[in-house]
């Protein structure tokens, strides 16, 4: 079974610029999650979503940040613009159900902002 | 209050020893907990998850769970080289839309020398 894919892998961007990340997650699995990990810390949501709907986006910062997953499978998280406090790993999780199913992980996306 | 402490280490053992890492949280109703297993440069592996008290054995890997405590651990035993990672903890929350967020932990850098 394939896992959740992510891309790119890596992008390096100027401050002010847009950026975008897809996320297909594994196949069958509801709820998808994108989160961000800064150096020597902890994933941190950004925002989860039950099929179509995003039932948690508390922790989106609205003003640059976007996301969208269109007929329930793959999403798209974008920023505009970027600035260099968004330099951190960008990860994309599923889980079978409806949040209550264990999460898995992609390999994640390094955003560099110079 | 951080929602999940662990201590950052870091943790060295010598191969073939016990390694112990050691998680609280703050949510006394928890009731979902998760290790994951981050080598350098790469994104959050899930190794255990636990949910009722007591210990939950897989392979050379136990989970711990005291909810009186509000104290999880993981134990590795025979620790290898290979097992030379960041361990996560992660609880997930529980209420209303934060129900399927994992809040996790810094981490503990294990390195496990030959």
């Known amino acids: 079974e394939a896992g959740v894919v992510q891309s790119p892998r890596y992008k390096i961007i100027e401050k002010k610029q847009p950026v975008a990340f897809w996320c297909n997650p594994i196949s069958g699995h509801n709820t998808l999650y994108w989160y961000l990990q800064n150096l020597g810390q902890g994933p941190e949501l950004l925002i989860r979503?039950?099929?179509?709907?995003?039932?948690?986006d508390s922790q989106l910062p609205k003003d640059r940040f976007s996301a969208e997953r269109l007929k329930g499978v793959d999403s798209t998280l974008k920023i505009q613009p970027a600035e260099l406090g968004d330099s951190a790993v960008y990860l994309c999780a599923s889980s079978p159900g409806t949040g209550d199913g264990e999460q898995y992980f992609g390999p994640g996306t390094r955003l560099t902002v110079t | 209050q951080k929602e999940v402490e662990q201590n950052s280490g870091p943790l060295s053992v010598p191969e073939g020893a016990i390694a112990s890492l050691n998680c609280t949280y703050s949510?006394?109703?928890?009731?979902?907990f998760f290790w994951y297993r981050q080598y350098s440069g790469k994104s959050p592996e899930l190794i255990m998850f636990i949910y009722s008290n007591g210990d939950k054995e897989d392979g050379r890997f136990t989970a711990q769970l005291n909810k009186a405590s509000q104290y999880v651990s993981l134990l590795i035993r025979d620790s290898q080289p290979s097992d030379s990672a960041t361990y996560l903890c992660?609880?997930?929350?529980?209420?209303?839309?934060?129900?399927?967020?994992?809040?996790f932990g810094r981490g503990t850098q294990l390195t496990v020398w030959p």
């Open positions: 979503y039950e099929n179509e709907e995003a039932v948690d």
């Open positions: 949510d006394r109703g928890s009731q979902s």
């Open positions: 992660a609880v997930r929350g529980r209420r209303g839309s934060t129900l399927g967020r994992l809040y």
